[in-house]
């Protein structure tokens, strides 16, 4: 959901030069796990040759390092709902969505919300089992959202639910705080546990009701997860995922050396050539922006017990974000750092029913110098502009070794270079951009498959809102928005909380956000295997790849 990594590790599993240090570091590894578990395995490449990792019954998959879920497989962590949000596969979740995103049962048989938006409803099936042989009940749904509400380790977000509470066997009722009908996308994704046999080595030993199951978990290496024989829905073509965790550029070295069936890239490396591998293009809503602190300097926001500093001299100023918008030259990065993988981005649901059209900013260069101009922004001999002797600059901060972003930060200082505004590129750790997160620009990404990810990152106490924005009329729209007892009447007050035609953070109002691109999501997957019909991909190459991965099949 979002770019928050305090509690995830961004450690390396390997970094090689090339393919064939590559094939000897990693190649014992795979070997390993090629020849264990469910259906028979192949003989592993050490070479460029591409051969499927098991015969029609296993799949190598690539991902990032932050992909690994550092406290394992535990829904009251970050697992399925964490920082790249996906269906947690080891558990089944009351709700999912399909490739189209809409609503579909999977524990519930049924489900509905109250007039005043307060109360949900759940009816769940009674033919559910624990991989312990336990069956699953209403009161092991309650179990796990009062316990992802209360743990304070927790990444889904439950502040609004007030408590859970099983009626039956097959019945939960969800009592909320406040109307939220956001809450289904959150549910969608949210993996219940069973309340015996729920503990501090869950997350290693997870016990579930999904269609997989872990068979092993090589911390900082790799997860293994092989198909549950008691699953009560359509059995698992793919009977076993192995995911490995690596940095983008030995994920390229493993599928040049024939290591992995689906090696994730981005667009800098999709340009290299890979025997017996095509490039899969996945339809994403990952989009990369550049925050803009809207306050002025000298302020502390205080989260978690750490004092962060507030606010921006330079982009405190409301002319200056609103010409940095209209200067931008969208596809001009696109072109130049994605090799066109992506697409132009006005905001960060663009192409989603709750997407507001005000989002949208042309490229008008001349319209930009004017605006800062009139604003009182001068440029001086060597072309750099000031007002009131504060110079039109500040650093802009990227997470080191993501090339894309770098590549992003460059291009931005370029262009921005062209209007007198002086940036100063930083790559950085988590650590470091955390600690600025509030007062220096940054490039982030961000991007799900709902609307809640629009209000994290604009309401006023809002868990993303790095701009430091505040409105209490744009608030009341997000509410209003979230207080509709269907999903579908909600999309215009979305729309009203972007530009309502007088306040908003869109381009023409407070431009508390440079959007920049979506970036498609690329893969270079073994020539053979079918991954099936993919929904839009949130944020991160990670877990929501594999979402269908028990419909994958090898042809």
Known sequence: MTDFGNTWTRRSFVKLAGATAMATAFGGTLAACAGSGAGSSSSVSTGGAAEPSAARSQVIVSMTPSSE?????????????????HEPLIQSTLITTNADLEFENDLAVSYECS??????????????????????????????????????AAQADLSMVKEAVALDDTTVEIR?????????????????????????????????????????????????LVANPDYYGEAPLMERLVVVFMEEDASLAAAQSGQVDVAYTSA??????????????????????????????????????VEYPTGNATTCDEALRRAINL????????????????????????????ASDDMRCEHDFDAACALLDEAGWVAG???????????????LWYAAGDSVRQAIAAEFANQMAELGIAVTIRGGSWDEIYARQYADPVVWGWGNNSPIEVYNLNYSSGTGNYACYEN????????????????????????????????????QGAATWAWIANVDHLYFCRSGLDVAEQKPHPHGHGWSLVNNVDRWSWA
């Open 69 to 85: 879920p550092a406290a394992g497989f535990d829904p009251f962590v970050s697992w399925g709902c964490g920082e790249h949000v």
């Open 115 to 152: 007039e005043d938006g307060l109360v949900w409803t759940f009816v769940i099936r009674n033919d559910v089992k624990f991989t312990d042989g336990e069956l699953l009940t209403a009161d092991d749904v309650a179990f796990t959202l009062n316990g992802i509400k209360a743990s304070e």
């Open 176 to 224: 909320m705080e406040k109307p939220f009908n956001a809450l289904l996308y959150t549910l969608a994704v949210v993996g219940i546990v069973p309340a015996h046999a729920h503990g501090e080595d869950y997350g290693s030993h997870p016990v579930g009701s999904g269609r997989y199951m872990l068979e092993q978990w090589d911390k900082g290496q790799q997860a293994i």
């Open 268 to 305: 800098t490396l999709a340009g290299a050539q890979v025997e017996g591998y095509d490039l899969l293009n996945c339809a994403s809503v990952d989009s990369r922006g550049i925050s803009l602190p809207s306050i002025a300097p000298g302020g502390t926001k205080v989260e978690a017990g």
């Open 327 to 354: 200067a931008l030259d969208r596809q001009g990065i696109v072109d130049a750092v994605l090799g066109g993988y992506g697409t132009v981005a006005y905001s960060v649901s663009d192409n989603t029913p709750w």
């Open 381 to 395: 001999e060597d072309g750099m502009r000031q007002k009131d002797g504060q110079p039109a600059a500040f650093d």
């Open 472 to 507: 209490a009329v744009i608030d009341a729209h997000f509410d209003e928005a979230l207080a509709q007892s269907r999903v579908e009447d909600s999309y215009e007050h979305w729309k009203l909380a972007q530009w309502d035609g007088t306040e908003g953070f869109a381009p």
